[in-house]
């Protein structure tokens, strides 16, 4: 979301009663964005006092912006708390990758396929900074529940997901990732970077990643890397339980998708 989003706050006055100009307005946007993310991870509800203290900002600031960005759209007040507003919402679907022919849309029917065919948690995810975001996520009612969910981030390097990605990307993108620490989630969780690195290579040459209980324990996932030009551009993922997880059938299933999403992408962008 760019500050241009909260057009409203471009007008507002500074604590000092003074009007803002549209150079000074930066100072007051980015609080506003740090009210926002504040959400991130936090839960769906946050009382004005827990918002300012994960912003880093004042509780009268902080109620000062929660107000204007009501007003808004962008947070609505319910009861004491406030949650995030319907307005985020239509934002961040008009983002790149969820509009018209997008990966996101174009990668939905062969997720919704791959879910019918294995009845596991599909998921699809693509690579930012050093870790890989959700975009889209289908489970059934009963199955395993895992923790990621749509527009949530995971360290990419314990996930099928981040695996599958980082075994086609550049040095840059690999270096940041070991330069920022392994993330152990989990006692599976490589810590190594040295097997780390091995686990890449083997990644590149199969085309297949797999995560065996590092990002979340009882948790094991397959992932696929979804291929344009020579990169991965996103990945595509099974997870289930250990027992009953049959690795050759779920990989064959998952470079079908990939596959046909790729081709599907090339198409649409030629």
């Known amino acids: 979301m760019s500050v241009t989003a909260i057009p409203s706050l471009a007008s ?4 000092e009663g003074a009007e803002r100009t549209t ?15 504040a959400f ?9 006092s827990e918002i300012a203290r994960t912003a880093g900002l004042p509780k009268s600031t902080a109620f000062r912006l929660l107000r204007q960005l009501e007003q808004s759209g962008y947070v609505e007040r319910t009861g004491r708390h406030y949650v995030l507003g319907r ?4 934002l961040g679907n008009a983002v790149q990758i969820c509009r018209p022919q997008g990966i996101r849309e174009t990668a939905m029917p062969h997720l919704a396929e791959l879910f019918v065919a294995t009845g596991k948690s599909v998921q699809l995810a693509i690579l930012e900074g050093t870790d890989v975001v959700i975009l889209e996520k289908i489970a059934g009612r009963g199955g395993i529940q895992t923790e990621t969910y749509v527009g949530g981030r995971a360290p990419a390097a314990c996930s099928a997901l981040g695996k599958a990605i980082l075994a086609f990307s550049d040095r840059t993108h690999i270096a940041a990732v070991l330069e920022s620490g392994l993330v152990r989630r989990t006692r599976h969780s490589h810590g190594d970077p040295a097997k780390f690195l091995a686990e890449l290579r083997r990644t590149n040459s199969e085309r297949i990643a797999f995560d065996r209980e590092e990002a979340q324990l009882g948790i094991v996932s397959a992932a696929v ?11 595509v993922s099974i997870s289930g339980n250990p027992s009953g997880f049959n690795a050759a059938s779920i990989t064959r299933h998952l470079r079908r998708a990939a596959a046909a ?3 599907e992408v090339i198409s649409s962008a030629a």
């Open 87 to 90: 307005r985020l919402f239509e």
């Open 23 to 37: 150079p000074s307005a930066t100072p007051s946007a980015t609080k506003a964005l740090q009210i926002l993310e």
């Open 40 to 48: 991130l991870g936090a839960g769906p509800k946050l009382g004005v």
């Open 12 to 15: 507002q006055h500074d604590h």
């Open 225 to 235: 890397p979804i291929m344009v030009d020579g990169r991965a551009i996103a990945a």
């Open 261 to 263: 999403i790729s081709d």
